[in-house]
């Protein structure tokens, strides 16, 4: 079945550092790929969206690309903030299988400091 | 882009209570909305598939007689919490699926914290 694999966190960086969390995905048709975040006490927001391979979401200064050949999503981003400090999940929709609903990794925390 | 609203945002009630979350789709018709739980810490577990007009989809280990769902509209689904227990204090998160050509982007509402004294 559809699943996602995520890096375990939680994940803490100084300001301006790199940032990359890993995301693979298991799917049986051709899923479209999401990165959302959840700031403290609130709900999920999307960050970024891919439907294809090949393609590059990005949104913030991060950025994905859905690479089929391995089956990844990973995010990155150049120069973290404090102000991205927030749990992130990667998430797969696959309409082929006739699942409406999204597959959600774990979550990763990330924590900037100053 | 696409706003989903929740009310309440929190909600404080008494054991054998029932509870109404309201999920709404501001600026968009969403035939179908998602209903979600997350325990602290961990991810989203998938409650419910809402539809509009029909009876909604519940997953595996979920009491639909405990946890009611209506999509009258295309702009609106309830959750109610029948006869609550302080093990249904939760998150619970709402989403709206907002049909665009060649995506399938779920929009979320901000939650709503559910605490059963």
């Known amino acids: 079945g559809d699943s996602v694999t995520q890096m375990e966190g939680p994940v803490t960086l100084s300001e301006e550092a790199f940032l990359t969390i890993n995301c693979t995905y298991t799917a049986t048709g051709y899923p479209s790929l999401f990165w959302y975040v959840q700031y403290p006490g609130e709900g999920l927001q999307l960050l970024l969206k891919?439907?294809?391979?090949?393609d590059k979401g990005s949104n913030k200064g991060f950025e994905a690309t859905y690479r089929k050949e391995t089956t990844s999503f990973h995010l990155e981003k150049g120069s973290v903030q404090v102000s991205d400090s927030a749990v992130y999940f990667c998430?797969?929709?696959?309409?082929?299988?006739?699942?409406?609903?999204?597959?959600f990794g774990t979550g990763t925390r990330l924590t900037v400091i100053p | 882009g696409a706003v989903v609203s929740q009310h309440p945002s929190r909600v404080i009630c008494k054991s054998g209570t029932s509870v109404k979350i309201e999920c709404r789709s501001l600026?968009?018709?969403?035939?179908?909305m998602f209903w979600y739980r997350q325990f602290p810490k961990q991810s989203l577990m998938l409650m419910a598939t809402?539809?509009?007009?029909?009876?909604?989809?519940?997953e595996q280990g979920v009491e639909k007689d405990k946890f009611l769902i209506n999509h009258a509209s295309l702009t609106l689904s309830t959750l109610t919490v029948t006869s609550a227990h302080p093990e249904d204090s939760s998150f619970y998160i709402c989403?709206?699926?907002?049909?665009?050509?060649?995506?399938?982007?779920?929009?979320f509402g901000p939650g709503t914290r559910l605490t059963v004294l």
């Open positions: 600026d968009f018709q969403a035939t179908t």
């Open positions: 809402s539809n509009e007009g029909s009876k909604a989809t519940y």
């Open positions: 891919a439907t294809k391979a090949d």
């Open positions: 989403s709206a699926r907002d049909w665009v050509a060649g995506s399938n982007t779920q929009y």
């Open positions: 998430a797969l929709s696959d309409l082929q299988t006739g699942a409406n609903n999204l597959f």
